[in-house]
Each structure stands twice: as structure tokens, then as C-alpha cells.
């Protein structure tokens, strides 16, 4: 049973407008969360992290907000560019760095 | 350039064999993991090892071997125990109770 969903597959945005990709969890106990962005033939690459903490989380275009009433967190990519086309993962663990539990991806496709 | 390396991209092997893939890492990280993912699932944890000479379970152990025998090397053996081995294989290392992992570019096992 998969603790950390990402219901939605795929994802098409133009550029220069929003991305929001989302994340669902059922895990009340995970206290923090990552994203990763996986190009095709690499390996996924840190992207971003919010800890319980906190709702927001910033770094430039990417900003991840996490509602943990509703086990539920997003990230925005704000402008989206052709170059942000890859599979984006989620990613929570419950106070231990070294056990992550992830989601099945979306691919996102910015259209030039 | 530092980095985490897996060999070879694509493996394939007949059913009954033990295969094993490679991953070494020249970051001098502690922590290394190997994660397998399956056509729209999540990346799910083998196996983990925080030092040397030590490693853990992580969620579908079974039909899988490792060992950690240098800081730098954690090799994964595919065993002919594992019913459902074609998948992709992810490895990554991470410095000590860190959650930045840093993940090889995977290895593509078939089996036929």
C-alpha cells in the first residue's frame, strides 16, 4: 500500500504559466518531505524540501506548501520554462533521513 | 568530478541466474541505499547501509543481497529468489543523517 501518492501521471502546462504538481500522503507521522526532478536516463535530482514545521517553503521559481490537515502537499513552478519538462517525485520520511518513502511521479511537459 | 556510478545501464539475464549491480560513489558519503521502481509505482527502498560493514532492510528485501564490505561500494545482488526482477534500479548515497541524497543514473535489469 503506497503511503505517499501522486495522482496524477502526467501534467501539461505552456510556458511561462503556472505548474502545480501535487502530492497526497496517509501517513500523519512523516515530518518531512522532498522533491526531486528525474530528466530521462539520469538519476533523480533534489529539488526542494519543507519540514513539518512549516507550510512554505521557497527557492526561486519553486515553491512547495504542505497542508498537513489534509496530508497533502504541492509544488508550484512559477514561470514554468521547457527546460522544467521532466518527472517530478515526492518524497517523505517520518524523523529518520535514511528510510523515504516515495511517490509514483508525474511527468510534466512545458510547451514552448 | 564527484559523483555516484551505476553499471551497466541495462542488464539482461536469463531467469534462474543471481545477477548483481553495481554502485560506487566518490563523494565520501556514509549512508548508501538502493531503491527499484516499477511502471507507476513510487521508488521503493531494498536496502539500506549507513557504515561499513552494516546494512538494513528497507521494504522488499526479499530475493535481494548486499553487502558493504568499502565506504565507497555497495553492490546489490538480484537472487533467483526474486519472483518479479525486471525493473528499473536506483542507487544513491547520502552523507550521514542527511536527507540529500545523491542518485546514480540506474540500471535497467530484464530478465528473460
Known amino acids: 500500500d503506497q503511503q505517499v501518492k501522486q495522482n496524477s501521471p502526467s501534467l501539461s502546462v505552456q510556458e511561462g504559466r503556472i505548474s502545480i504538481l501535487n502530492c497526497d500522503y496517509t501517513n500523519s507521522m512523516f515530518d518531512y518531505f522532498l522533491w526531486y526532478k528525474k530528466y530521462p536516463a539520469e538519476g533523480p535530482t533534489f529539488l526542494i524540501s519543507i519540514s513539518s514545521i512549516k507550510d512554505k517553503n521557497e527557492d526561486g521559481r519553486f515553491t512547495v506548501f504542505l497542508n498537513k490537515s489534509a496530508k497533502h502537499l504541492s509544488l508550484h513552478i512559477v514561470p514554468s520554462q521547457p527546460g522544467d519538462s521532466a518527472v517530478y517525485f515526492c518524497?517523505?520520511?517520518?524523523?529518520?533521513?535514511?528510510?523515504?518513502?516515495f511517490g509514483s511521479g508525474t511527468k510534466l511537459n512545458v510547451k514552448p | 568530478d564527484g559523483g555516484i556510478t551505476q553499471s551497466p545501464k541495462y542488464l539482461f539475464r536469463k531467469e534462474g541466474q543471481n545477477v548483481t549491480l553495481s554502485c560506487e560513489q566518490n563523494?565520501?558519503?556514509?549512508?548508501m541505499y538502493w531503491y527499484r521502481q516499477d511502471p507507476g509505482q513510487g521508488l521503493r527502498l531494498i536496502y539500506y547501509?549507513?557504515?561499513?560493514?552494516?546494512?538494513q532492510k528497507g521494504d522488499i528485501a526479499e530475493g535481494y543481497s548486499v553487502s558493504r564490505e568499502k565506504k565507497e561500494s555497495f553492490p546489490l545482488t538480484v537472487t533467483s529468489a526474486q519472483k518479479n526482477p525486471t525493473a528499473f534500479y536506483l542507487c544513491?548515497?547520502?552523507?550521514?543523517?542527511?536527507?540529500?541524497?545523491?542518485f546514480g543514473s540506474g540500471t535497467r535489469l530484464t530478465v528473460v
Open positions: 547501509s549507513q557504515i561499513v560493514n552494516d546494512f
Open positions: 563523494l565520501n558519503h556514509d549512508a
Open positions: 518524497a517523505a520520511s517520518v524523523g529518520n533521513f535514511n528510510k523515504f518513502y
Open positions: 544513491a548515497s547520502s552523507p550521514a543523517g542527511n536527507y540529500g541524497y545523491t
